[in-house]
């Protein structure tokens, strides 16, 4: 097919000659990045026509991208109420090179970021009530007139309804916020806003001996959107419902004047974007171990509420010490859409309105602004700990669409196995279909010995070390079995499981499994903490049936040191407290509750005999009552 024929003929069918092959695919492109016209209709079926393509894996994945960069501004809707400002413009169809590691708003229109960049939140304006409206003890200067962009620019457009003033002051320490919060000190900035130390007042009047928070104050690009409070808050309050060790706690969001913020704790420790700088070599794995795995905790539990993080990068990870990790920004960096939650109210928003990522970390889906997936959360995940590990991003900064152009791939790391490295490439695939599908699974993988693998190892040490003890038992005796106090029985079982356990790795793998005191501390410290959050709010996956429970935790802390009986308590801790529970649920009459929680207590401790017979009434109750 000649070349100027396609070029005059309809654009789907241009389209469907460079699929099947017909015809080169710059002649095309040409063509869209000039196209001004494109009918709704034929973007659709254009895009359509393409995925079916990429589904069967009939064209190059580079290609689908360029020619979906193209397509996908003309289908996705259009914002009924833009921004005040317009973002400058960008070139149609061109992947920009934004700044890497910082957060960036995207224009509703635009196809991939760079097209604003959120400016440094400690030197704009920001915007306050009008003149005699002022909070007591913010340092304001308000002007009297109409707002304005810049010396001489005016907003003569704006009703006085609607308008705006400019503060000439940023904020600074001694700033009173909504009556309550004292700003301290800055404690860091970024894309979306800046952070501040703060004294809470109502904290200070209860005598309370931690009276401080962090606020985060979002920037102007995300007032701007008409909805973004809105959206925000009950984001926020998603994020308040994230109790979990490693995710940090949100207390509120809330506005003073046009200032939107949000409080939550106040950590002491180091950004892990700082952390890693002061590594550039890179950590050994036993060293970023922990972190790692604090960070897919963290996603992991998210992801089971339905919360996709959308902006995880060192950025938003906290150390408090050397290695417990916080989660920050859940819920902000990108307020993603649930189905039911917010349909009864009638509100749909799409957190890509906002466009909130750093391109960096984010995976080509992301910069294309599909819908959120926890598969985005996996490459941003993937990217991290590589850096953790060499102290460098996998593709030197890069964004995704831009090394899988250059055809980049992820370098053998140091110190790590075949199947370690195969998980690191896994989850940084470019494409979503190749990725992998979860942090569990990610995190199985890359885990080593305290992945899959091993857990099926000691699953079987386990068998056998429960067999050589009943055999031991009924040729010596078995009467201690049944009167011993079981909490005694179940820590010596656990203790000596773990023994065996660890003598069995170094049979197999003639090396003697090296005693790591920081790495079980940590272990220890998450364990209590999910004994902490149960005990206040019973729960079931916290304790030992989520990816990440106090069992998993003692369990793993068991293997680095078999003596520790802070461990072995642990987990013996977790029995009771099932048992105490299902208890309470057959004694209120829920039978079928209390039978579900024995048989989770028994999966832990299958020889306990109150426990087996609470199950056996339990079981008995429900089937009377179905009766």
Same mark, same amino acid.
């Given at each position: ?16 000659a460079?699929?099947?092959?017909e ?24 895009l ?11 064209i ?5 991208l ?7 501004? @003309?289908?996705? $809707?259009r ?10 413009a960008?070139?149609?169809g061109? %992947?920009?090179?934004?700044p890497?590691d +910082? &957060? ?9 970021p ?8 400690g ?5 306050a009530?009008p ?6 003890g ?8 109409p707002?304005t ?5 005016s907003?003569?457009?704006?009703s006085?309804?609607?308008?705006t003033?400019?503060l000439?002051?940023p ?7 909504k009556d ?5 000190k800055r ?21 309370? +001996? ?5 606020i ?9 959107h008409?909805?973004?409070f ?5 984001? &926020?309050?998603r994020?308040?419902?994230l109790?979990?060790p490693n #995710? ?9 004047g !046009? ?6 704790e106040?950590?002491?420790g180091?950004?892990?974007d700082?952390?890693?700088q002061?590594?550039?070599?890179g ?15 963290? *996603?992991?539990?998210?992801?089971e509420?339905?919360?996709v ?7 938003? #990870?906290f ?13 902000i960096?990108r ?13 749909r ?8 990522l /750093? ?12 819908? $959120?997936?926890?598969?985005?959360d996996?490459y ?7 850096e953790?590990?060499?102290?460098r991003? $996998?593709?030197?900064?890069q964004?995704a669409v ?14 790590l196995g ?12 470019f ?6 599908p979860t @942090?569990?699974?990610?995190l199985d993988? %890359?885990?080593? $010995?305290?992945g ?8 079987s040490? #386990?068998?056998?070390?429960?067999t ?12 201690? *079995? /049944? ?7 179940l820590?010596?079982?656990?203790m000596e499981?773990?023994? @065996? ?6 049979? +197999?793998t003639?090396?003697? /499994?090296a005693l790591d005191?920081e790495?079980?501390d940590?272990l220890?410290e ?6 902490? %959050?149960?005990k ?7 304790l030992?049936e ?5 069992y998993?935790?003692? &369990?793993n802390?068991?293997? %680095?040191?078999?003596?520790?009986? #802070? ?13 105490a ?14 039978? !579900?929680?024995?048989g989770?207590?028994?999966?832990i401790?299958?020889n ?5 017979d ?5 079981e008995?109750a ?6």
């Open positions: 097919m000649a070349h100027d024929t396609l070029t005059q003929r309809p654009l789907r069918e241009h389209l469907s460079v699929l099947r092959g015809a080169v695919a710059e002649a095309l492109l040409a063509r869209l990045d000039v196209e001004t016209s494109i009918a709704l209709d034929d973007a659709r079926a254009m359509g026509e393409l995925e079916d393509h990429y589904a069967r894996n009939a190059h994945f580079d290609l689908y360029r020619i979906k960069d193209r397509l996908q501004p @003309v289908v996705r $809707p914002t009924t109420r833009p921004p005040p400002h317009a973002a400058p960008v070139t149609q061109r %992947i920009a090179d934004p890497p +910082r &957060t960036m708003l995207r224009a509703p229109t635009a196809p991939m760079g097209a604003t960049v959120v400016r440094d939140p030197t704009a304006t920001l915007e009530r003149q005699g409206a002022t909070a007591p913010i340092p304001t200067r308000a002007s009297a007139g707002r962009d810049g010396p001489g620019v907003r003569a457009d704006e006085p309804e609607t308008r003033w400019t000439e002051a904020l600074e320490p001694g700033t009173l916020i309550r919060f004292v700003l301290d404690l860091g900035e970024g894309g979306m806003g800046v952070v501040f130390k703060a004294r809470d007042l109502r904290k200070e009047e209860a005598r309370d +001996r931690d009276p401080y928070v962090a985060k104050f979002l920037s102007a690009e995300f007032r701007r008409p909805e973004a809105m959206a925000l808050q009950r984001e &926020t309050r994020a308040q419902a109790a979990h #995710v940090v706690t949100v207390h509120d969001f809330d506005r003073d !046009t200032l939107i913020y949000m409080t939550m106040f950590l002491e180091e950004p892990l700082r952390y890693i002061r590594h550039p070599q950590l050994r794995f036993k060293q970023a171990w922990p972190i790692i795995e604090g960070c897919s905790r963290a *996603l992991a539990y998210a992801h509420e339905g919360v993080h959308a902006d995880f990068k060192p950025g938003n #990870v150390l408090v010490g050397e290695r417990k990790v916080k989660v920050l920004d859940f819920g960096a307020a993603v859409t649930r189905h039911g939650d917010d349909a009864a109210a009638g509100t928003f799409d957190a890509g309105s906002l466009g909130a /750093t391109p960096a970390y984010a995976s080509p889906e992301m910069l294309l602004n599909d819908k $959120p997936d926890p598969r985005d996996v941003a995940l993937a990217c991290v700990a590589y953790l590990l060499t102290g991003h $996998p593709f030197d900064g964004t831009k090394a899988a152009h250059d055809g980049m791939t992820v370098k053998r790391t140091p110190g075949r199947r370690q490295h195969r998980a690191l490439a896994r989850g940084l695939a494409k979503q279909a190749d990725r992998t @942090v569990e699974r990610f993988d %890359i885990a080593g $010995p305290l899959a693998r091993g857990r099926a190892l000691r699953q040490l #386990v068998s056998t070390v429960v050589g003890v009943l055999v031991a038992a009924i040729a010596g005796g078995a009467w201690w *079995l /049944t009167r011993a106090d079981p909490d005694e029985q820590k010596r079982q656990l499981q773990a023994r @065996v356990a660890a003598e069995e790795t170094a049979r +197999r003639d090396e003697a /499994t005191p790495l079980r940590v220890l998450q364990g209590k903490d999910y004994l902490q %959050i149960a206040a709010r019973f729960d079931p996956g916290v030992s989520g990816v990440s429970s106090a998993g935790a003692y &369990t802390a068991l293997k %680095i040191d078999p003596q520790s009986t #802070v461990a072995a308590d642990g987990i013996v801790e977790i029995v009771r407290l099932y048992e529970e299902a208890q309470s649920a057959l004694d209120a009459g829920d039978a079928a509750r209390a039978a !579900t929680l024995a989770y207590a028994l999966k401790h299958p306990r005999e109150s426990l087996v609470l199950k056996a009434q339990a008995q429900a089937g009377t009552a179905s009766q």
